[in-house]
């Protein structure tokens, strides 16, 4: 079974400073992890995807992720925060089994001070 | 536009009545799931087919929701008897086989129904 847990439900950063949303997962095969980003009132729209290539993937906007099996982890980084990347963001998790489902996290809401 | 499409986008409805949901996946993506997602949390995972299967429901899915995916294209999701607790955003997603594993979802904008 697989599940996703983001250690934060709420992260505050100043415009123009770096930006870290946690993630942690658990699966019993090799994962697909993702991030999705929700803005208010739009759909889900996909960030970045790790599929078993490069451990670090990097997506649109800046933003980039760091596969560490290790420490079952797929956190979410950018180096310098923009108004624009107030949002809901969701780590994903899919197993690799033909069964698997994709489970979402609680969400992060990040806000962007100026 | 070849993406995820769901109707209506909006639905009120009054306690009781029944309602249909559509949603048409990205075309020959052979995977379609459904979700719900409330006021400030995550999407839950609803129910999810391959093809015209049905390979899982949640238990979140009481007897009042069913869903089809007849011949494997579009699918509807209906609740019978509508509660006011069933308010929520129901969010459609499709995905391929890439050949090892799933690919991304790629998710529709909801339909939000409000139960009055």
């Known amino acids: 079974a697989q599940s996703v847990t983001q250690l934060d439900s709420h992260v505050s950063v100043s415009e123009g400073t770096p930006v870290l949303l946690r993630c942690n997962y658990s699966s019993s095969y090799s994962p697909s992890l993702f991030w999705y980003v929700q803005h208010p009132n739009k759909g889900l729209q996909l960030l970045l995807k790790y599929t078993s290539a490069a451990t670090l993937v990097k997506g649109i906007n800046g933003f980039e992720a760091e596969f560490k099996k290790s420490e079952t982890s797929f956190h979410l980084t950018k180096p310098s925060a923009h108004m624009s990347d107030a949002a809901e963001y969701f780590c994903?998790?899919?197993?690799?089994?033909?069964?698997?489902?994709?489970?979402f996290g609680s969400g992060t809401r990040l806000s962007i001070r100026p | 536009d070849t993406g995820v499409s769901q109707d209506p986008r909006h639905k009120i409805t009054k306690r009781g009545q029944n309602v249909t949901f559509r949603c048409d996946p990205i075309s020959e993506h052979n995977r379609l799931y459904w979700y719900r997602q409330t006021l400030g949390q995550g999407p839950e995972f609803l129910t999810y087919f391959q093809n015209e299967a049905q390979l899982e429901k949640s238990r979140l899915l009481s007897d009042r929701f069913s869903a089809e995916r007849p011949k494997g294209s579009f699918s509807t999701l209906e609740i019978q008897r509508t509660e006011q607790g069933d308010s929520a955003m129901y969010l459609c997603?499709?995905?391929?086989?890439?050949?090892?594993?799933?690919?991304?979802?790629?998710f529709g904008q909801g339909t939000r129904l409000t139960v009055v």
């Open positions: 997603a499709s995905s391929t086989d890439r050949g090892r594993g799933y690919s991304e979802a790629f």
């Open positions: 994903v998790v899919m197993g690799y089994s033909s069964a698997s489902k994709i489970i």
